[in-house]
Nanobody
Framework: QVQLVESGGGLAQAGGSLRLSCLAS????????VAWFRQAPGKQREFVAG?????YYAHSVKGRFTISRDNAKNTVHLQMNSLEPEDTATYYC???????????????WGQGTQVTVSS
């Protein structure tokens, strides 16, 4: 089992930045595939960014968001720059053992952290 806890959400103005963190505990391994998803009110949860050996990004965030991992600290970060009101959502950290990154089929999920971007 893997437990994931997100932090770093909050309120930002359009054009601003936030950095999300996800701390993993339990049976952690650097071989896990990790990702960030988000879900806005009334919308389906969507893939934002993921990382195994390479990083993958949703088209809507490419060039603005950066995913990174610190294996020594069992932490995954999502640096979000040039934020837009459309980025407002609850952001979830996820992990899976399979190396496939761009999929909704993740085994482990955090509780989520709220990001609100004002215009």
């Amino acid at each position: 089992q893997v437990q994931l806890v997100e932090s770093g959400g909050g309120l930002a103005q359009a054009g601003g930045s936030l950095r999300l963190s996800c701390l993993a505990s339990g049976r952690t391994s650097s071989m896990y595939t990790v990702a960030w998803f988000r879900q806005a009110p009334g919308k389906q949860r969507e893939f934002v960014a993921g990382f195994r050996w390479n990083a993958y990004y949703a088209h809507s965030v490419k060039g603005r968001f950066t995913i990174s991992r610190d294996n020594a600290k069992n932490t995954v970060h999502l640096q979000m720059n040039s934020l837009e009101p459309e980025d407002t959502a609850t952001y979830y950290c996820a992990a899976r053992t399979s190396p496939v990154v761009v999929t909704n089929d993740y085994e482990y999920w955090g509780q989520g952290t709220q990001v609100t971007v004002s215009s």
